[in-house]
């Protein structure tokens, strides 16, 4: 289960009073909950916000080790 997930479920929210809340339709609070989409970065701030800082809009990016070395 997402964070964004258990925060939904803990806060006793549906995907659609959220959704109302952020100003997006039910399916993707539906996608998001479930790990099927990253959103934008518009929305990620939209949704920190909304969550009071509980889902930071840089939760949804996955860092990754880097291939970059550095140096010309």
């Given at each position: ?63 990754e ?8």
């Amino acid at each position: 289960m997402s964070d964004f997930a258990k925060f939904l479920e803990e806060n006793g929210l549906s995907h659609r009073d959220f959704a109302r809340s952020v100003s997006v339709d039910p399916s993707i609070v539906s996608r998001l909950a479930a790990g099927k989409m990253i959103p934008s970065l518009r929305l990620a701030a939209r949704i920190e916000r909304q969550t009071r800082g509980a889902i930071q809009a840089t939760s949804w990016v996955k860092d990754e080790p880097s291939s970059f070395r550095g140096g010309r």
